[in-house]
C-alpha cells in the first residue's frame, strides 16, 4: 500500500534561517506531489506542484521553493525564512485512481518562525 | 474563477444525530470534481469522500453522503449518527477537468465541527 512521509513534524526556526522540509511518497511511482500551507484555522494553499523529477511548478511568489530530485522525494526550501513563512506545511500525492484525482495527505510540518 | 465557499465558520451536533456541512462552489467548467476531508486536531487532512460532476448517484461512504445539487452548484457533506470522534474541522475542494493531470485542487475555508455527549 501507498504511504506518505513528512518530516520534521515541528520545526522552530529563527527569522533568517535556512529551511529544508522533506516529503517521501512509498509503494507508488511517478506520483503528482503537491505542497500547501495552511495558516491557523484557514483553508489550504497550494504552493508548489510537480509531475516528475525535476519537473516544479509554482502557484504563488513567495520566499519558498522546491525541488524534486528523486521520483518520490518532495523538497521545500527557503533560504532565509521570514515570520510569515510559519504555518502548517502539508505534502500531497495524487493517487492512481484517474478518474478521481484524490489527494493523499501527510501528517504535516508545523513550523513557527520566531 | 473557481472558488469553493463554506459559510459555517463553526457547527454543533449533538452526539448520534446527523449533520449537514455546507459547500457551494463556482466553476465554469463542465467536468470537475469535488471532495471533502477531514483535519482532526492533529493536523492530518484525511479523504473522505469524492463526488464526480457526471455522477449521477450521490456519492456515500459508510455514514458520509455527499448532497450534490448541481444546479444549485452545492456539495454538503452529511455526516450520520454523529461520533465524538467526529468532531474535527472539515474542507470541501474542487478539481477542475483541466487541471485533471496536474490535479490541482482548491479548498475551502472550512467547518469546524463539534460534537456534543
Known amino acids: 500500500s501507498q504511504t506518505i512521509h513528512q518530516w520534521p513534524a515541528t520545526l522552530v526556526q529563527p527569522v533568517g534561517s535556512p529551511l529544508s522540509l522533506e516529503c517521501t511518497v512509498e509503494g507508488t511511482s511517478n506520483p503528482n506531489l503537491y505542497w500547501y500551507r495552511q495558516a491557523a484555522g484557514r483553508g489550504l494553499q497550494l504552493l508548489f506542484y510537480s509531475v516528475g523529477i525535476g519537473q516544479i511548478s509554482s502557484e504563488v511568489p513567495q520566499n519558498l521553493s522546491a525541488s524534486r530530485p528523486q521520483d518520490r522525494q518532495f523538497i521545500l526550501s527557503s533560504k532565509k525564512l521570514l515570520l510569515s513563512d510559519s504555518g502548517f506545511y502539508l505534502c500531497?500525492?495524487?493517487?492512481?485512481?484517474?478518474?478521481?484525482?484524490?489527494?493523499?495527505f501527510g501528517a504535516g510540518t508545523r513550523l513557527s518562525v520566531l | 474563477a473557481q472558488k469553493i465557499t463554506q459559510t459555517q465558520p463553526g457547527m454543533f451536533v449533538q452526539e448520534k444525530e446527523a449533520v449537514t456541512l455546507d459547500c457551494t462552489y463556482d466553476?465554469?467548467?463542465?467536468?470537475?470534481?469535488l471532495f471533502w476531508y477531514k483535519q482532526p486536531s492533529s493536523g492530518e487532512m484525511i479523504f473522505l469522500i469524492y463526488q464526480g460532476s457526471y455522477d449521477e448517484q450521490n456519492a456515500t461512504e459508510g455514514r458520509y453522503s455527499l448532497n450534490f445539487q448541481k444546479a444549485r452548484k452545492s456539495a454538503n457533506l452529511v455526516i450520520s449518527a454523529s461520533q465524538l470522534g467526529d468532531s474535527a474541522m472539515y474542507f470541501c475542494a474542487m478539481r477542475e477537468w483541466g487541471s485533471s493531470n496536474t490535479g490541482k485542487l482548491i479548498f475551502g475555508q472550512g467547518t469546524t465541527l463539534q460534537v456534543k455527549p
Open positions: 466553476t465554469s467548467d463542465q467536468s470537475y470534481g
Open positions: 500531497a500525492w495524487k493517487g492512481d485512481d484517474l478518474a478521481k484525482n484524490i489527494q493523499y
